[in-house]
């Protein structure tokens, strides 16, 4: 499995807000954004996953589906959990593409 991490995740305003959301430090949340990225890349292929908000919050911390939300990296609609720009970011496109920039 291969999943794309920016070396500037750390600092991003995304991460901050989360960060302050939560109480809890950046590094925790990138901990836990890599947990949640590797879960989709492996249960879904176009960055949907049938079932609820909820499912996030159990393989990080309760709150985290709704701080992601709230800073625009999660959808949760329909009975249906999106990760915006996943083919962007994950799988063996992604993966290429990345590769090819070095």
Excluded at 19 to 24: A, D, E, K, P
Excluded at 37 to 52: L, R
Excluded at 67 to 74: I, N, P, R, S
Aim: charged share 20%; glycine share 6%.
């Amino acid at each position: 499995m291969w999943i794309k991490i920016d070396t500037q995740l750390v600092t991003k305003p995304e991460v901050f807000q989360m960060s302050q959301f939560l109480q809890i430090s950046r590094a925790e949340i990138v901990g836990h954004l890599v947990s949640v990225w590797s879960w989709f890349d492996q249960n879904s292929e176009t960055g949907e996953i049938k079932g609820c908000c909820s499912m996030v919050d159990s393989i990080t911390r309760e709150g985290f589906a709704n701080a992601l939300v709230d800073c625009g990296w999660l959808l949760c609609q329909d009975n249906t959990i999106t990760l915006p720009n996943f083919t962007k970011h994950n799988g063996a496109t992604a993966k290429k593409r990345a590769q090819g920039q070095q």
